[in-house]
């Protein structure tokens, strides 16, 4: 996925973004302790993500986050425990995409000389696909539409759709059939 890089001067933070990242701190320890799936709970996402949550996305606990304004969830989507979303530079993870434990959707980096300057790309993980255990995620990716992201890859590269990549760095081991997915 061809992406602009954006740069962020830590340096430069305003009173109110300390102030919005403070709040978000608070919001992520509420939803750690709250029991999951319920109502109080479900309005804790919403608060968290507004409009970012699409109809009946589930993530459980914990959760971390940065920049959850720049999380969008499509419907359906399920975040299983321990993710981590490093998200200035955007996550989108569209329809029915299942995600497993302890994955990490990194879109921001650290600049190599000056340390104080963020580098973000975006992430976009396309309809229906199944990231692994423990994958991480890194800025720039596409993932594609069913593609599955086996457990423990680093996933570098766009996955193209129906792909199966596994690996560090992840590479393609398989296609999938398109015909086999039901809204194809």
Not at 23 to 36: A, C, G, S, V, Y
Not at 40 to 59: H, I, P, R, T
Request: charged share 20%; hydrophobic share 45%; with cysteine.
């Amino acid at each position: 996925m061809e992406t602009a890089e954006i740069r962020t001067n830590m340096y430069e933070h305003t009173s109110m973004e300390l102030e919005k990242n403070r709040r978000t701190l608070e919001l992520l320890f509420r939803i750690n302790h709250t029991m999951p799936l319920t109502d109080e709970y479900s309005a804790l996402l919403k608060e968290l993500l507004g409009d970012g949550l699409g109809e009946g996305s589930v993530l459980m606990p914990p959760i971390q986050m940065t920049a959850p304004e720049m999380v969008k969830l499509g419907k359906n989507v399920l975040i299983n425990g321990n993710s981590l979303f490093m998200a200035m530079g955007g996550v989108t993870l569209e329809d029915d995409v299942m995600v497993a434990a302890n994955v990490q959707f990194l879109t921001n980096n650290h600049d190599l000389y000056d340390r104080q300057q963020l580098t973000c790309k975006p992430i976009l993980v396309r309809k229906g696909a199944w990231i692994g255990a423990g994958a991480s995620i890194m800025p720039g990716v596409c993932i594609g539409r069913y593609a599955v992201v086996g457990a423990a890859a680093v996933v570098t590269k766009d996955v193209p759709d129906y792909a199966v990549v596994i690996g560090c760095p992840a590479k393609v081991v398989r296609e999938l059939d398109p015909k086999r997915f039901e809204d194809i």
